[in-house]
């Protein structure tokens, strides 16, 4: 099974940017569809976005379409959160998740392995 880490998170003023990053182990990167998802505190986890084995197609919560982008490099086994014009809401820890299922999904249960995770605080 897959395994992951995520790398990227920090504080950032209100309208900056971030890029999350999350690298996994493995020689079948490539079998997995891979999500986002975040989790503020009281909250439970969101979806973010998630994108297709061979990185052709990509799914966005509204909240943050627009000003979110994800994308992978299957030589490198890595998926990538870009985050513009963040807001304080944006503020959560966010996971790296992996489905091995053919079609890219929302909900979590999907998802068979998941990382850690990496604080993201935007300031107002």
């Known amino acids: 099974q897959v395994q992951l880490v995520e790398s990227g998170g920090g504080l950032v003023q209100a309208g900056g940017s971030l890029r999350l990053s999350c690298a996994a182990s493995?020689?079948?990167?490539?079998?997995?569809?891979m999500g986002w998802f975040r989790q503020a505190p009281g909250k439970e986890r969101e979806f973010v976005a998630a994108?297709?084995?061979?990185?052709?197609?990509?799914y966005y919560a509204d909240s943050v379409k627009g000003r979110f982008t994800i994308s992978r490099d299957n030589a490198k086994n890595t998926v990538n959160l870009h985050m513009n014009s963040l807001k304080p809401e944006d503020t959560a820890v966010y996971y790296c998740?992996?489905?091995?299922?053919?079609?890219?999904?929302?909900?979590?249960?999907?998802?068979?392995?998941w990382g850690p995770g990496t604080q993201v605080t935007v300031s107002s």
């Open positions: 994108i297709s084995r061979s990185g052709g197609s990509t």
């Open positions: 493995g020689r079948t990167f490539s079998s997995y569809a």
């Open positions: 998740a992996a489905d091995r299922s053919l079609s890219i999904s929302r909900l979590s249960g999907a998802y068979d392995a």
